[in-house]
């Protein structure tokens, strides 16, 4: 099938135009003529089958779908094989086509402020094949606007503030709203501004909203908030229109208007003598209705006052009274002055006609405290001479009660100014004498305190400091100022200078130090040359200095002041002989060492020498060996025996020796094994060890061994050393077998112990032990 180029049918309604009417056929010839009669609108596209726009009225409120237009082809014989497809904005959900009859329909209502134009594109397809019939055509459907928004300010309520006393007219701020619909098309977006609630103090400009001052002088002091109510209403403010409303909260801010006035204009204040220098006796306070700045204020006493003084606090704006000078109730009790007040800030729209400051009179009474004494002077300076005696005068120290009965006074130094309780002060009538000699060479000034209390009330004291100078005099010789280090070649000639001396003082004369030096004149060797400078010269009086014939030569030198009375001393310089070269520098002052023509030689000198030195160490030896103490016996009763064989590898105390072995031997022989040896000397074994069994429940043995250990320890004259000691035998080759009984028979009655006395004095002590216990002899 050919595609031609359609005609456009006049026939078919193309433009519709909705409004409040209902939609009837009679009405449809109208909004044709309309849109025939509209070329701006209705112009034809030059290569489309269709016009290219539709509009329609938002806020449809039908039941039914919205009628939009009809789309026609002259492809379409009216026999059904023509189908209009919609595609674009909307197309299949907003809008709907019937695709035999090509009428366009809305499903829902629009609203031109969410979407004011919707493109589609319109569509002509053979029904059988699905074959384009015409182009495409694109085309547009607007939402024409009608006034559905009420107009809206961006807040709720609006915060402003104008100077008070404003002038009609003045600006205090610019409320506008804002109406959604569409303001190029009718009333619907034109507001128009009136004031509901605020008048007569403020006006509104009904085109821009400004909100200006309808009333003159208002005062913040009367009124200081308002509320006013702003309406904005579409439609030019006709009637029908919609309307929104919003609050203004204006605040009238503060101008200086109001000058500070006190409420009372007299003032007493009371104020203790007592009271410290730039202290506070009373506040007064004057009004000022303004706020911030504007009431700041300042406070003056008119003409000043040599007692009192007043400042501002500046946080509370009162005024505190000080004290510029101490108060005394014996002296003048009552005081009055007069208070000025003012703005420290002016505003001069306002000061004409008005005075801004006021003035009150202060009356001040003085009440009487007990007072603490008053020295007459603070501090006190006083001079004494440093060869004062002990209790002579130097100075005296006054003070009183300022109170009107004038209580006594007594006087004391406190101790902790003077440590080395060097004065001494009169309790009544504040004498200082001195308790020591002065020395100024030690400290020049004593700083003491002196108290004063009142007799009467302890509690009422005060401290002065006392500075006591003490003043020179000439009680110290001059000396040397250094050590010298003096030297003088042997080859030196006669008139060379060898060393300068100068002296120093410690005493301080007012016309300064003056030296005078001297030696004795008939010294054969040096003389002195004073350089009136507080210096001297030391010269050779002669040549040829020898080191062998003098080494060293002691210089007495005589040095005195010229304070009264005079001090001298003699101090002594050491002149060295020394060798030198030509040039006169030192090369050795060690005395020459030359033989001895008639005397000891220097071997001899050292053979005495060691031979002192041996007697020196045998007289400390001997008396070393001198402070060794014997040992007392270790058998102190003869009840007490024991069997004890003791080997020793030095000579012991014999055979009463109980002492210097451990006897729990006795009872268990493997305690052998862990014997102690002596830390200085290995012992020596002399006979080979046998042992025995042990005896069971030795409890009186072990008691008596741990008892001599400890006294053993305790005993600083115990021998230094361990010793071994063997027992309960007596060795393979000794004929005399073991001594021991710890392995006899039950009884003592079984050994025979005549033998014993065979032996010799060795074995005399303990013959008589055994022999005089043998049962035959009992018998």
Not at 410 to 432: A, M, P, W
Not at 450 to 473: C, G, H, M, S, Y
Not at 564 to 570: A, K, L, R
Not at 582 to 606: H, I, K
Request: glycine content about 6%; aromatic content about 8%.
């Amino acid at each position: 099938m050919k595609k031609t180029k359609s005609i456009f049918s006049k026939t078919i309604n193309l433009y519709v135009w909705y409004t409040a009417l209902p939609f009837t056929p009679g009405n449809i010839g109208n909004l044709f003529g309309m849109a025939e009669s509209d070329g701006r609108i209705l112009q034809r596209s030059k290569r489309g089958w269709m016009w290219n726009q539709f509009f329609l009225l938002e806020e449809y409120t039908g039941n039914d779908h919205q009628y939009v237009g009809k789309l026609h082809s002259n492809m379409d014989k009216g026999d059904g094989n023509v189908r209009y497809v919609l595609t674009g904005d909307g197309a299949g959900t907003l809008f709907l086509i019937d695709e035999k009859s090509g009428d366009i329909h809305a499903t829902k209502r629009l609203d031109r402020e969410e979407k004011a134009m919707y493109t589609l594109v319109a569509k002509v397809l053979d029904r059988t094949t699905n074959a384009e019939l015409e182009p495409d055509t694109e085309f547009n459907i607007k939402i024409h606007d009608i006034n559905d928004n009420a107009p809206k300010f961006e807040k709720e309520i609006y915060f402003a503030s104008v100077p008070e006393m404003s002038e009609v007219g003045t600006s205090v701020a610019t409320i506008t709203a804002t109406d959604a619909d569409d303001q190029t098309y009718g009333n619907s977006a034109k507001l128009v501004y009136s004031i509901l609630q605020g008048q007569p103090y403020f006006s509104v400009d009904s085109e821009n909203g400004t909100i200006k001052t309808a009333l003159p002088g208002m005062d913040r002091e009367v009124k200081e908030n308002y509320q006013v109510v702003i309406q904005a209403k579409d439609m030019a403010g006709q009637m029908g229109g919609l309307s929104g409303t919003t609050t203004v909260s204006i605040t009238l801010s503060d101008v200086n208007d109001s000058p500070p006035r006190f409420a009372n204009h007299s003032f007493r204040v009371t104020a203790v003598e007592s009271t410290e220098i730039g202290g506070a006796i009373g506040r007064i306070k004057a009004d000022d209705p303004d706020v911030g700045r504007n009431a700041e204020m300042e406070y003056s006493i008119v003409g000043g006052h040599d007692i009192f003084n007043i400042i501002t606090d500046q946080t509370t704006q009162e005024g505190v009274i000080i004290i510029k000078k101490a108060l005394d109730y014996e002296n003048k009790r009552d005081y009055e002055f007069r208070v000025e007040v003012k703005n420290t800030y002016l505003d001069a729209r306002f000061i004409h006609g008005l005075q801004f400051k006021d003035y009150a009179t202060v009356k001040v009474t003085v009440e009487d405290v007990d007072e603490p004494p008053v020295f007459t002077r603070n501090p006190y300076i006083i001079e004494v001479h440093e060869d004062t005696a002990a209790g002579s005068f130097v100075g005296v120290v006054s003070a009183r009660d300022p109170d009107a009965d004038n209580k006594p006074v007594k006087y004391s130094i406190d101790r902790h100014t003077d440590l080395e309780r060097l004065f001494n002060i009169d309790s009544v009538n504040g004498t200082i004498t001195t308790l020591k000699a002065l020395d100024r060479e030690m400290s020049k000034w004593h700083n003491i305190s002196v108290v004063a209390t009142e007799i009467n009330n302890p509690r009422q004291t005060t401290r002065v400091p006392v500075f006591i100078k003490v003043l020179d005099v000439n009680d110290n010789a001059p000396e040397f100022a250094m050590s010298y280090d003096t030297f003088v070649c042997e080859n030196v000639k006669a008139g060379q200078l060898i060393q300068t001396i100068s002296a120093v003082d410690t005493d301080e004369p007012l016309v300064g130090h003056k030296f005078v030096f001297s030696i004795s004149p008939t010294n054969p060797n040096f003389t002195i040359v004073d350089r009136e400078d507080n210096t001297a010269n030391i010269l050779t009086k002669r040549g040829g200095f020898s080191r062998r014939e003098m080494s060293m030569y002691f210089l007495p030198v005589v040095i005195s002041d010229n304070d009264y009375p005079i001090q001298s001393s003699t101090s002594t310089l050491i002149v060295r002989v020394c060798a030198c070269d030509s040039r006169g520098n030192m090369q050795t002052c060690n005395p020459e060492v030359l033989p001895f023509s008639d005397g000891l030689t220097t071997g001899a000198l050292v053979a005495i020498l060691l031979c002192v030195i041996i007697l020196l160490m045998i007289v400390v030896l001997f008396a070393a060996l001198r402070r060794q103490r014997k040992k007392e016996p270790l058998i102190i009763s003869k009840e007490d025996v024991r069997d004890n064989v003791v080997s020793y590898n030095d000579e012991g105390g014999g055979e009463e020796d109980t002492q210097a072995f451990d006897i729990g031997t006795l009872r268990n022989p493997e305690v052998m094994d862990a014997n102690k040896l002596r830390r200085d000397i290995i012992p020596e074994m002399l006979f080979p060890f046998r042992r025995t069994s042990p005896i069971k429940d030795n409890t009186d043995v072990r008691d008596f061994i741990n008892g001599r250990l400890q006294e053993n320890d305790s005993d600083p004259t115990a021998p230094p050393y361990d010793s071994l000691a063997t027992y309960a035998y007596e060795g393979s080759g000794s004929l005399a077998e073991s001594l021991s009984s710890l392995e006899s028979a039950a009884t003592e009655g079984d050994h025979d112990y005549d033998y014993l006395s065979n032996w010799g004095p060795q074995f005399k002590k303990l013959a008589e032990m055994y022999i005089g216990k043998s049962p035959d002899r009992e018998t």
